[in-house]
């Protein structure tokens, strides 16, 4: 029985990490090989420190990758977590796109902002939920998220979507490359929406 034979193509990787910087030395990944684990990292190491040769400065790289590993391991912030913060802090409305469908939350009577962005961000407590899929034929929710957003000022925080909400104002943070939906919106960028936070 003959295997299948698959091709590498790095221009068909949607989530990638392309290797642009000024540093000559670059550590894109730390792979921990006991475990089977890799991480991203996309670190830069000045070149005036050396680390040329990997045999001449292991000491140093291994510290570095145990750090990172260490650091990125226990936890850490996400892009999902500033765009709760903003729309918290922006609104007393949110409207999230899942799998499943649309889910609403209202900001209740006395919920301050930091009690408010933790029921959006562990996705608990919705005030409604619309399903995906009903008789608009909205199979993916892009229709779902277009009719919550229609003519309002918005924060649109996708990973890939399509949404291309008619008659809004507002911002757009798309995590993965390819083009921003969504006329009238204005993009910004991870290191933006972190930024704008102070």
């Known amino acids: 029985m003959a295997g299948r034979v698959a091709h590498f193509d790095p221009r068909t990787v949607r989530q990638r990490n392309d290797l642009i910087g000024r540093s000559r030395v670059h550590v894109p990944m730390v792979v921990d090989v006991e475990r089977r684990t890799f991480l991203w990292t996309d670190l830069h190491l000045p070149p005036s420190e050396g680390h040329h040769s990997v045999s001449r400065h292991i000491d140093e790289l291994g ?6 590993y260490q650091y990125f391991s226990a936890g850490r912030t996400t892009l999902w977590n500033p765009a709760v913060w903003h729309a918290a802090a922006r ?5 999230v796109s899942r799998r499943h469908g649309l889910v609403r939350y209202r900001r209740g009577a006395g919920e301050d902002t930091a009690a408010f962005a933790r029921r ?3 996705l608990r407590t919705p005030d409604a939920e619309e399903p995906h899929g009903t008789e608009s ?11 919550a957003a229609a003519g309002k000022r918005v924060l649109l925080a996708v990973v890939n979507g399509g949404a291309a909400p008619e ?6 943070y798309r995590l993965l490359p390819g083009p921003v939906y969504g006329c009238g919106l204005d993009r910004v960028a991870a290191g ?5 936070l102070g």
């Open 120 to 122: 959006i961000r562990t």
């Open 137 to 147: 034929g909205d199979g993916d929710g892009v229709a779902a998220v277009e009719r």
């Open 192 to 196: 933006d929406l972190v930024a704008s």
């Open 167 to 172: 008659k809004v104002s507002g911002t757009v």
């Open 91 to 95: 609104t007393d409305e949110v409207a």
């Open 63 to 68: 510290r570095a990758g145990r750090d990172l």
